[in-house]
């Protein structure tokens, strides 16, 4: 107790919460814009943290990570374009949500999600930090496969109405991350022998042409034909959802928050993964699950909960084995070396006190955040009360920096207007475009995972079966698609039976 009360004034002294407040801000702020994540936010405070004591700098860090991670929601949820991989989930319904005119609800809906989901993995991480990350590291690249598989079947209910436009979607995902050169073997793959080409398709420049390029052109035609555009910010005040709203989506975030905690603590896994399996699992949970995709706030629920919840899982590995499972950690493994922290089993011998201070950070961070959040949401929402033709022209501005910062490439930004006009066709024709992001997101990591486990087993798929994980994992995608094959061939049976009853019930007797 002792150590903890001491622990306790060094991390709420006024330079740490100032530090923490100032990194949430900066989150928020890096989160919210798209191309711009918090990431880059974290690199570029870390030269800022080596002139602070080891409080205030672990502060600052673990604040900017927090911040931006629920700042990705208000720019998904206000514009329909996500701010950072982890909220693509949440355009889905948060944006049609803001499309209805309940856009404040939906931020601190999100809002709060997020520091439910955050907090719930601190909880995690504080009483079972050993037992998670061992097993945790009993996850090989046969059992991330796997696991990764089960969430590529996902797409099956991110198909919309058609399951063959959905996997046709989720195929070009897939061949999109393809593009450049290969990680493992050094060779070009689908570059047509153009150097510029062999950069690849970043995540983010395909999350922004995906989301943002369809919006524009889509506000675009809308003000040349003179079409009525939708003003949805008729209430603009700070609007949590009420306590029974709250109890009936308890056990969903309790469930999301603890499977993004477990693929939090799985290194090379991550937010984005966390959010679309979460996504995945309300839908299949929900009541009405018809009601996704067109305004369910469980779909902002789910998602903001799982991926928030990663930042907990995370810092189990992290901490405890010193290995960081995304950028974001690995720069905040960075910022603890700097200041003489060394993650592993001797840091809660050698240095408890710092442990208790991290803990102290992280629960000090999510209250600012959700204070920032409250008082920035009459802000946000003020967006939406610009004309969509001059605000889609703030987004090109926005998106094509975003693009171009993000590796300092003309070609991102070339590659965000070829992609976006694909999409916008696409979206057209009826082709769902959150399945194209769920191939990007997951294609590199099945692909090396899959590759890494061939080489452990010298070629041998021995490796996927006799694994009890991978086989548990791969058998229940099995599963999964074909029930909703099964469903989907029931489905125009049916309605083909219904037609000829109606038929035969209106002929003369």
Not at 32 to 37: E, F, K, N, S, V
Not at 106 to 128: C, E, R
Not at 375 to 403: D, S
Request: glycine letters at 12%; aromatic letters at 8%.
């Amino acid at each position: 107790m002792d150590l903890l009360l001491s622990a306790a004034q060094v991390a709420l002294s006024p330079a740490a919460l100032l530090a923490v407040v100032l990194g949430c801000l900066l989150g928020v702020v890096f989160g919210a814009i798209p191309g711009l994540t918090f990431t880059v936010a974290m690199a570029l405070v870390v030269p800022m943290s080596f002139s602070l004591d080891t409080a205030p700098a672990i502060g600052l860090l673990l604040g900017t990570y927090i911040g931006g991670m629920t700042g990705g929601s208000v720019s998904a949820i206000l514009l329909g374009i996500p701010g950072t991989p982890s909220a693509a989930a949440t355009v889905l319904d948060g944006y049609a949500l803001t499309r209805r005119g309940k856009a404040s609800l939906a931020l601190g809906t999100a809002v709060v999600a997020s520091a439910f989901g955050g907090l719930v993995s601190l909880v995690v991480m504080v009483v079972s930090v050993d037992l998670v990350a061992r097993i945790a590291m009993q996850f090989g690249p046969a059992e991330t496969f796997g696991l990764l598989i089960f969430g590529l079947s996902t797409i099956c209910g991110l198909s919309q109405k058609s399951l063959t436009k959905g996997l046709i979607a989720g195929v070009l995902g897939l061949l999109i991350m393809t593009i450049g050169i290969d990680e493992m073997e050094g060779v070009q793959r689908l570059t047509f022998g153009t150097i510029v080409m062999q950069q690849g398709i970043s995540l983010l420049v395909a999350m922004i042409a995906l989301f943002a390029v369809p919006h524009v052109i889509d506000a675009f035609v809308q003000y040349y034909s003179n079409k009525k555009q939708l003003n949805a910010s008729a209430d603009v005040r700070a609007e949590l959802p009420s306590l029974k709203d709250l109890g009936r989506d308890f056990w969903l975030m309790l469930r999301c928050a603890i499977l993004g905690t477990g693929i939090g603590a799985i290194p090379g896994t991550g937010g984005p993964i966390a959010a679309f399996l979460a996504y995945a699992h309300a839908q299949k949970s929900s009541k009405t699950p018809e009601k996704f995709g067109k305004g369910e706030m469980a779909g902002v629920v789910a998602p903001e909960t799982a991926n928030n919840a990663v930042t907990g899982g995370a810092m189990i590995p992290l901490l405890s084995l010193g290995i960081p499972g995304d950028p974001a950690t690995a720069i905040l493994l960075s910022g603890l070396l700097i200041h003489g922290l060394i993650p592993g089993p001797m840091l809660f011998i050698q240095n408890p006190g710092e442990i208790y201070q991290i803990y102290l950070a992280i629960i000090v961070a999510y209250i600012a955040v959700v204070f920032i959040q409250l008082l920035g949401i009459r802000f946000f929402v003020q967006l939406l009360r610009v004309p969509a033709h001059l605000l889609a022209v703030g987004i090109v501005i926005m998106c094509g920096y975003g693009a171009f910062a993000i590796r300092n490439s003309v070609f991102d930004v070339v590659s965000v207007a070829i992609l976006g006009a694909l999409s916008y066709g696409l979206a057209r024709v009826g082709i769902p475009l959150t399945p194209i992001i769920l191939g990007l997101v997951l294609g590199p990591s099945i692909e090396r995972e899959f590759r890494t486990a061939m080489i452990l087993s010298d070629n041998n798929l021995d490796i996927f079966y006799t694994s009890i994980p991978a086989a548990f994992f791969i058998g229940l995608s099995i599963l999964i698609v074909g029930l909703q094959v099964v469903r989907s061939m029931r489905g125009p049976f049916k309605s083909s039976m219904t037609e000829t009853e109606s038929d035969a019930s209106v002929q003369p007797k």
